[in-house]
């Protein structure tokens, strides 16, 4: 917990871009593959035609995510994972999307602005943890299946500041679901990204950074279509 403790920094590409890629040739597994009662259920269609209904992510993270809802049954709750890997041209159409929306809401922004402002929304491709097989979108339900208040829905950008994980107008029992969430994620070696409360990577870039590091762990993956 001590970066936690320390800042609630939100990582900039800046940041992102001093980070060495890695190497690791560690698979991509279901996210359920250690435990089976996680709930993985994508938000979007944009994988589907990679994976099916099936959410993968580097082994490490489904045994670190099976260790996290471990915790959450305890509790009788359960981790909910919408996202986990994206195909790096998946991403790359997000970029450009969410671009062209910024350019036609704050047509004043362009160039390096343009592409660091744009960051804030969607990860810039070189440096984005999903086409790693790094990074997953969580949140937590109850014993009913619903999805705990955390104050949005996972990729709400209707208030682009409400979404920040410390954001001082979220209610007391929303910031305290967003703290469970985020203290289990971290004790098991994610990174948050304050940005988006649900956004947690382990060997991404953001990682990496996060932890002082100067070499991530994982690099993007190319996979094919099944």
Not at 70 to 89: F, I, Q, T
Not at 119 to 129: E, K, S, T
Not at 191 to 217: C, L, T, V
Request: proline fraction near 4%.
């Amino acid at each position: 917990m001590e970066n936690y403790l320390i800042s609630h920094k939100i990582l900039t590409y800046n940041d992102l871009k001093a980070v060495q890629p890695g190497a690791s040739q560690e698979p991509l597994v279901d996210v359920r593959t250690y435990d089976p009662r996680i709930i993985a259920q994508y938000n979007k269609d944009d994988m589907r035609a990679y994976t099916g209904n099936k959410i993968y992510v580097r082994d490490s993270l489904a045994q670190k995510l099976a260790d996290v809802n471990d915790e959450l049954a305890a509790s009788n709750l359960c981790l909910k994972v919408v996202y986990g890997y994206r195909h790096p041209a998946v991403q790359q159409a997000y970029f450009a999307k969410r671009q062209a929306e910024i350019v036609a809401e704050s047509p004043e922004l362009s160039g390096e602005d343009l592409e660091r402002y744009t960051h804030n929304f969607v990860a810039i491709p070189d440096v984005a943890g999903h086409p790693a097989g790094a990074a997953v979108d969580v949140t937590i339900i109850d014993a009913t299946g619903q999805d705990l208040d955390m104050g949005t829905g996972i990729a709400d950008y209707s208030d682009p500041q409400l979404i920040h994980t410390f954001d001082p107008r979220i209610t007391e029992e929303q910031r305290n679901n967003r703290l469970v969430l985020h203290d289990l994620m971290v004790d098991q070696g994610f990174a948050p990204f304050y940005g988006e409360w649900w956004h947690f990577s382990y060997g991404d870039r953001e990682w990496a950074a996060f932890n002082h590091k100067k070499i991530a762990r994982y690099g993007a993956i190319e996979l094919a279509q099944s």
